[in-house]
């Protein structure tokens, strides 16, 4: 199946919203949205000048979501990245990765930050394998980041 890729609109965010809290409620069985403050009102929160966010799609259904957000000026962070379960380990991940990864290259960043939680084997694997470096590790996370120069 083909992955199409587009931005994030007022009328897709609700099913972008609904890919990553379905991941979010995987890992955290008593997940809370107090906490996530950015899934309220996903298209409002990103829609900012140095942020990108990107859904794929299938056919007409939301599966992968990702955006960056600027952070210095030649900086910018990954977040949100989610592939909806059944969908995964079909490389929707990595497109959904190297289309921020030009975002970000195009608007004039250097460097990509990111960071998951040290517990999410799945994604560190998947960070490391598309040549992210663990910059550092705190109590719950792991950072890494990137050079697109």
Excluded at 16 to 39: C, M, Q, R, W
Aim: charged share 30%; glycine share 6%; no cysteine.
């Amino acid at each position: 199946m083909i992955l199409k890729i587009t931005l994030l609109t007022k009328e897709n965010s609700f099913s972008a919203t609904h890919v990553i809290e379905s991941g979010l409620k995987e890992y955290f069985p008593n997940y809370d949205s107090k906490y996530n403050p950015d899934l309220v009102n996903l298209y409002d929160y990103y829609n900012k000048t140095g942020s990108i966010f990107l859904i794929g799609m299938i056919n007409d259904a939301t599966v992968a979501t990702g955006g960056i957000i600027g952070e210095k000026d030649d900086i910018a962070r990954i977040v949100r990245m989610s592939v909806k379960k059944e969908y995964r380990r079909e490389g929707y991940a990595s497109i959904i990765l190297k289309a921020l990864e030009k975002k970000a290259f195009d608007q004039g960043y250097k460097k990509i930050v990111l960071e998951t939680t040290k517990t999410w084997k799945q994604a560190i694997s998947f960070y490391k394998k598309n040549n992210y470096n663990v910059t550092y590790t705190d109590t719950d996370n792991i950072h890494f980041k990137k050079s697109i120069e």
